[in-house]
């Protein structure tokens, strides 16, 4: 080891809690970059996971391969292993049907099959012997075959003029069916493997298993070569052997296929935020490295002066750049792979449910490669040399003849030091004697406070971005819903299933796993209107702030029009709902059953700036007049070539003959809704008995939904599915599992607030760091000062106030510029957000209160520790020693 | 033989009316084996011409020849190599690296080089300075005296052309002092080691074997006391 490094280690080490400051920073930077190289490769292996999941893990497929062909694809020196399917042969199950259900593919998977192509058990256990088998869905052709029953199938291949056809050749007139083989099967199970079904076919693929004992012709062939790379080389080597397809989507996550603006936009979020990461920890380090050169000015003129060149000097900050280094990027790696491995554990479930849309697919987890980490080290160093960079120039420029005289820190006019007299009389000498310091050495006080100009910035903008986004996050997916899942159809339940709502809820009531169920038809349309006298206050100032006053056409002038929204609740629910509100049944059933208004929503209040809670209608309202039109009829009208000419009374007239008036009796008004119902159109909701609702004439385009609550989501929709399908309900597609949707969504709204508070905690983090090496080693260096003042006759009540008044002038000048910058940066924010998401423009005043208090709380803690350690120095012993 | 030559030397600091001559015109030179002692009030200039000898400050004319070598002709570079093998250095303030022991401190200038330590001489050195059985000691754990043999030691330690000192005596008492300059004249004689001692302590330079008085930046008196 050269003296040169001897002494950088020495002097780091006898400057052990400047040097532990610098390295919990270059830590913190390490793990923070850690964490976005980690996240990246995880992520990066979770699409590797999931398309393998859903693509199959295989690089290269052979379709329909001569069996004795395999051989010639294992010898050559590309090939891995091979997932394998026997075509064990094709049967026509469905004569009539030229399309998607004629045939049924018999295939038989080998074990490395069903273990690498996305079979999706749905009932039942996969076939493991050759005379077991497993249906798609459980149909064979239009038949649902129930489980455990045999079928028998006259199996053969496809040839059109002598031609063998494949899965993937759609029906074609003409084409023959030879068969070979009268087979039996016990049907076992039922799958879904829509991923390795080819889209335009003929038919829908059976799965059986491996016959090792039969010599089946033809095989589907899975590859998986040794490198994916050589994936369109091998195909084309062996193109004359069977048409061959590549898993386009997996090669992609290897990198093999290029999907350019994917990844770009991955990469060029991470250099973002790997750009933010560094700029931060870039002034910590810098920091650390410029206190540290200054600290050695006069190591570094003695070296000079005894004969060091200027390289040797530079060498040595390098050297310290190294040290720190060595010791802090592996501790950080170390640390923020921990972090992400904390933080994957816990949000890992949420995150694979949103990125992988509700699917069956692998959790996220931590993923650590050897790339990700070698980044992190390079980036991490790369962030070090630059904070080494310009100390290590001001460190070769220190001349031998400046370092032995210090006298280069003292060149200053008197003006440059005037301190106020209000200064004087309000913090007396000590203040006046920090207020001096603090003008006399501006550059080193500008680290300071940049440093914590930056921290309140960085913190506060940091926060709101948090803020709007969760807001937005939350706002967007929070059109609340009260159910778990919902069966909804345009138009009214008859006309769809034909079977009338009861009917419906009655049926799928019975379900298991079903706690409550709650159904309606509705449908928006207008009404007659409401006076003033008939609206409240807020309704009036808020909502029709802006309402034209004098009415359109064919509007009363004297009544204002809401929104309007009916509703006719099924007799169950109607029932349930009565009975909440504690109202009298006796009123509300039978075909002159009282309505129920709702009116309560949400409003943007321009004069209170925000959103508040309102209820547009008085209690007293008693009828509503439903206005709904015919509208064939008037579209006939309208299309008449003599209207326009008409007079206006006969237009009228004509208009007035489509038009239809139903009046409600309104019993009361409610604060809430049956469950699935929402005030969607944020206006007046009728709610009315099925009774009343079905007199309704025209109501036009409807809407009819049966909602659910759940204890177990997923076993609830199957059940329903099911339960649909045997009553001749329409299936599956019509039940849509809000639950696992919002799941999904408040998955993402803790991503984001884990994403985003980890972001500030370590921000905030490396600023305190940052304070905290510049004021410690400031007060350090001044030690002699201190002791001169000291030797003169300054008290310990002295120091405490000229180190108060240093704190508030460090503190003060840091938030007069940092809080305007950052209400600056977060309108910046606002305005982005609200491009997207209306919003209001908030200022994070939260985040300034803690942003103030913890810039004085670090200020003062740091004073306080550097103070302490001062205060036991002898003066004279101070004033004799020797800044080195 | 001249070892050292000074030519026409002048040193201005600041500008206009506020510029100061701390040197002006001064010419001397210097003879191998030579002790010179040179003497002046605080303000005279003499540290200026021993920091401009030793090339760490720069003159604003004239030259310095040493060796036969112009110093000012010099790279940074080759500066701080020459400063390295040619010239030794004693402060008032001693100077040693705090953080090297005794030996280290020492042996710099050879470490600097990434030479070999001649361990004959490192310990020829020590037992000359009195410091056996401390060459493992940091500076904080010795006597003022002791620290400033420590940088003689530094000083002649690659037996430059020149050794200078600046009060070397200045920051010690009486006693110490007297063995700073026995070990001085001792390292004069016994290594024929040229010698420039800076002081205001008439009874060192009365030591020497030629004292040049400045004042005011122009030498006034230039005397040879032996040969």
């Known amino acids: ?884 | 033989m001249e070892i050292l030559r000074v030519e026409n030397l002048t040193k201005v600091y600041g500008e206009g009316n506020n510029a100061v001559r701390a040197l002006d015109g001064v010419s001397f030179s210097v003879e191998k084996g030579q002790f010179l002692a040179i003497i002046g009030p605080s303000g005279s200039g003499k540290s200026t011409l021993l920091h401009i000898i030793g090339g760490v400050d720069t003159p604003t004319s004239g030259k310095v020849y040493m060796d036969g070598q112009d110093v000012y002709a010099k790279s940074e570079e080759e500066l701080a190599i020459f400063r390295r093998r040619e010239v030794g250095l004693i402060y008032q303030f001693y100077n040693l690296i705090p953080v090297l022991d005794v030996r280290e401190n020492i042996t710099l200038p050879v470490l600097m080089d990434g030479r070999p330590v001649n361990e004959e001489r490192f310990s020829e050195l020590m037992d000359v300075l009195g410091l056996v059985g401390r060459a493992n000691h940091l500076p904080n754990q010795l006597s003022g005296g002791q620290q400033q043999r420590v940088s003689i030691g530094r000083a002649l330690m690659n037996a430059p052309a020149v050794v200078l000192a600046d009060e070397p005596t200045g920051n010690l008492d009486s006693r110490a002092s007297q063995e700073i300059v026995d070990l001085l004249r001792l390292s004069n004689k016994k290594y024929d080691q040229t010698l420039i001692v800076i002081t205001h302590d008439e009874s060192i330079a009365l030591q020497a074997d030629r004292i040049i008085a400045i004042e005011d930046g122009r030498i006034t008196r230039d005397e040879v006391l032996r040969k």
């Open chain 1, 1 to 884: 080891m050269s003296i040169f490094s001897k002494v950088t280690h020495k002097t780091l080490a006898k400057n052990r809690t400047r040097t532990v400051v610098t390295i919990i920073g270059i830590i913190l930077s390490a793990a923070m970059i850690t964490a976005v190289t980690t996240t990246m490769s995880s992520f990066f292996r979770y699409l590797q996971d999931y398309t393998a999941a859903t693509e199959g893990l295989w690089h290269l497929e052979y379709i329909y391969l001569p069996t004795e062909k395999l051989s010639e694809l294992e010898e050559d020196y590309r090939f891995g292993s091979a997932a394998n399917a026997q075509k064990v042969g094709v049967a026509l199950v469905n004569s009539d049907n030229d399309s998607s259900n004629r045939y049924v593919f018999v295939t038989g998977g080998d074990d490395k099959f069903y273990e690498r192509l996305p079979v999706n058990l749905e009932a039942g256990r996969l076939p493991q012997t050759p005379y077991e088998i497993a249906l798609r869905h459980g149909y064979l052709g239009d038949e649902y075959i129930p489980l455990g029953s045999t079928v028998t199938l006259e199996l053969g291949y496809r040839y059109l003029d002598g031609e063998l056809m494949t899965d993937f050749n759609p029906y074609t007139e003409g084409e023959e069916l030879v068969v070979h083989e009268r087979r039996t099967y016990t049907v076992v199970g039922y799958v879904d493997h829509t991923s390795y079904e080819p889209f335009m076919d003929a038919g829908e693929t059976a799965l059986t298993y491996w016959d090792s004992g039969e010599d089946v012709p033809y095989i589907d062939s899975f590859l998986l070569l040794k490198n994916p790379r050589d994936t369109f080389d091998f195909q084309q080597d062996y193109k004359d052997l069977a048409g061959s397809l590549d898993n386009t989507n997996y090669l992609m996550t290897l990198g093999v296929v290029r999907y350019d603006t994917f990844y770009h936009i991955i990469y060029s979020m991470a250099a973002i935020l790997i750009g933010l990461i560094m700029f931060g920890s870039v002034s910590l380090i810098y920091n650390a490295f410029s206190i540290s050169v200054s600290e050695r000015t006069k190591q570094f003129g003695l070296l000079r002066s005894v004969g060091a060149t200027k390289k040797q000097i530079r060498g040595m900050v390098f050297t310290e750049a190294v040290t720190v280094s060595a010791i802090g990027i592996p501790l950080g790696i170390v640390a923020g792979i921990a972090g992400m491995a904390v933080t994957f554990h816990f949000i890992g479930g949420a995150l694979s449910d949103f990125l992988a849309d509700g699917e069956i697919a692998p959790t996220f987890r931590i993923h650590v490669s050897a790339l990700s980490v070698a980044a992190a080290a390079a980036i991490g160093f790369v962030t070090v040399l630059i904070s080494a960079w310009a100390p290590s120039r001001r460190a070769m420029r220190v001349s031998a003849i400046e370092a032995i005289r210090q006298t280069s820190d003292v060149k200053i006019k008197r003006r440059e030091v005037r301190t106020s007299p209000l200064t004087y009389r309000l913090f007396g000498l000590e203040g006046a004697i920090a207020g001096k310091h603090f003008k006399r050495s501006r550059k080193r006080y500008r680290a300071t406070v940049v440093s914590l100009f930056m921290s309140v910035v960085l913190f506060i903008s940091a926060s709101s971005f948090c803020r709007y986004l969760t807001d937005s996050v939350t706002g967007v997916f929070s059109d609340s819903t009260d159910y778990d899942i919902r069966y909804s159809f345009h138009g009214e339940m008859a006309d769809q299933s034909g079977k009338s709502l009861d009917e419906v809820v009655d049926i799928l009531g019975r379900a298991e796993h079903i706690t409550a169920v709650s159904a309606n038809t509705n449908f928006s349309c207008a009404c007659e209107g409401f006076t003033r006298d008939q609206l409240t206050d807020e309704a009036l100032r808020v909502y029709f702030s802006d309402a034209p006053t004098g009415g359109i056409a064919g509007e009363d002038p004297d009544r204002l029009y809401p929104s309007f929204y009916v509703y006719g609740i099924e007799d169950g629910t109607w029932e349930e709902y009565i009975q909440r509100l504690g109202l009298d049944p006796a009123l509300y059933t039978g075909p002159e059953a009282l309505g129920v208004i709702h009116s309560t929503i949400q409003g943007f209040d321009s004069d209170a700036q925000r959103y508040i809670t309102m209820t547009l209608l008085r209690d007293d309202v008693s009828q509503v007049v439903v206005n709904t039109y015919d509208s064939d009829r008037l579209t006939e009208l309208y299309r008449r070539d003599d209207y326009e000419e008409l007079p206006e009374e006969e237009q009228e007239a004509l208009y007035e003959s489509c038009q239809y008036y139903t009046t409600v009796r309104i019993g009361c008004q409610a604060q809430e809704l049956p469950m699935g119902c929402l005030n969607a159109n944020y206006g007046v909701c009728l709610l009315l008995p099925m009774s009343v609702f079905d007199a309704i004439p025209q109501k036009g385009y409807t809407y009819s939904a049966v909602y659910f609550l759940a204890d177990d989501h997923e076993a609830a929709t199957e059940s329903l599915a099911a339960l649909a399908v045997e009553n001749g309900l329409p299936g599956r597609s019509y039940f849509q599992d809000v639950y696992e949707q919002s799941a999904n969504q408040r998955g993402l709204i803790t991503v984001v607030r884990v994403a985003a508070y980890g972001f500030i905690t370590l921000i905030s983090l490396i600023a305190a760091a940052n304070v905290f090496n510049t004021i410690s080693t400031n007060v350090f260096l001044r030690r002699r000062e201190f002791a001169m003042l000291r030797s003169v006759g300054m008290t310990s009540r002295g120091f405490n106030r000229m180190m108060s008044y240093e704190c508030i002038l460090y503190g003060t000048k840091a938030l007069l510029f940092g809080i305007p910058a950052a209400f600056g940066v977060t309108y910046l924010i606002f305005r982005s957000i609200n491009m997207g998401y209306e919003t209001s423009f908030y200022l994070p005043w939260s985040a300034v209160f803690i942003a103030v208090g913890s810039v004085f709380l670090v200020v003062f803690a740091t004073m306080l520790y550097a103070m302490s350690s001062i205060k036991r120095d002898n003066p004279i012993d101070a004033m004799k020693s020797e800044l080195m």
